[in-house]
């Protein structure tokens, strides 16, 4: 089989052409750049924040997929919707972009459903899609709800790209998934895992990551539109992934970082006093962080909630803590999970069986209740492995709805995405 290359002058012409592209993309006027948007006021004390709330269940209720990196925003009603991927393994081509919603009258979460497929997005998209992961929600302030996902092409997440779509029903009805043009050279190699930040004029931040040349976060900066106007970078170098951005007021905020280095193994910040157009150089923080993501979201008057694994190896246990905005004071609030044994050692499938039912009984809320025996009868399967079954707890995603609850979603043992919701007095009590 013979293959005819280009002639020396049709490569001539798609160089002068990707230098022009490569050009315009580095050399566009710098856009008009808006504040953060306001953050939620503090509401009054009602009957429902007046006593200490914290609840856990499952928003998920598959009982043979691999489920991973989950996102949740709240609803105007006072409901939830949460998204999450799912499949036989992660980056099979089996995998889907599923939701639910949680139902705020009964307390518990509905039935999954689809939101993307590999078939669906390369039919909208037009290209070959080999995968799909990551992901994110959020309710933009006019009510518009918009999810963003990663996609993959070719060879593995190095290779990826964002797509989006919106819903402006609140989520009955969506667009077709397109993807975002975040760079001249093959549109490859951007991936989102956190939660988007607004700005006042309604225009979007959204953290991003690079694992293609190195590993280094940006701030995708989009128009209310959903259109690319800029992109900041927060890090460089190859030991930083994930961002997790937290607004502080209208112009200042933070970046929490993932490290996936080989020195300190501790959770990086950057800061940004331009409402990120510019952020600084990372610096480690107290927390260890094994190469894994996290989640921080603003309290009002208390500092910053941060939810990670802070361990030096492994993800077995997942911590729940309080930091002022120097980040200089960090306080346990509480252990959301972990492992019973100290060092997240493994268990045998006969022991591990009958301390994850007690940990599925304790977690599930009372609609997953009934799932146990089929969860059970499924685990040797899903978690466990020749030298044993371990204990996992991954990849938080951390919201304050307009009603000052907190919800945290994260990956439950790879098995269920595990929703957990408290109030500010519950967390005021924890700290005394």
Known sequence: MHIKLPSIPALGVYLALACLFAGAWFTHPAPKHSSFAPTSPVLPVTDQTAKPIYTSRFASSGLVDFVHSSAVTALPDGSLMAVWFAGTREGAADVQVRSARFNVSTGEWGEEQVMATRESTQLSTRKYIRKLGNPVIALAPDNRLWLFFVSVSMGGWAGSAVNVMVSDDLGMNWSAPRQLITSPFLNISTLVRSAPVF??????????????LGKFAEYLYLSADGEVIDKYRISHGNNSLQPAVVPLDGQRGIAMLRYAGDTHHRVLASRTEDAGQTWSEPYPLDPS????????????????????????????????YLTDAKMDDWRLVRDLDKSPDPEGDPY?????????????????????????????????????????????????????????????????????????????????????
Not at 199 to 212: K, M, Q, R, T
Not at 291 to 320: C, I, M, Y
Not at 355 to 367: A, N, Q, Y
Request: glycine fraction near 6%.
């Open 199 to 212: 700005h006042a004029d309604g225009s979007i931040g959204l953290p991003v990551y690079h694992e293609f």
């Open 289 to 320: 962080n094994p190469n894994s993501s996290l989640a921080a979201v603003a309290t009002p008057g208390h500092g910053l909630l941060v939810a990670l694994n802070d361990l030096q190896e492994g993800r077995f246990k997942l911590s729940l």
């Open 348 to 432: 045998s499938p006969l022991a591990y069986k009958e301390l994850i039912g007690k940990e599925f009984r304790d977690s599930s809320g009372k609609l997953r209740q009934p799932l146990e025996a089929r969860f059970l009868d499924n685990l040797d399967k899903r978690v466990c492995k020749s030298e044993g079954c371990e204990f996992e707890y991954e990849y938080p995603y951390f919201i304050r709805s307009p009603d000052g609850m907190y919800h945290l979603v994260y990956t439950w043992n790879n098995t269920f995405i595990k929703h957990v919701s408290f109030n500010d007095i519950w967390l005021s009590e924890r700290l005394k």
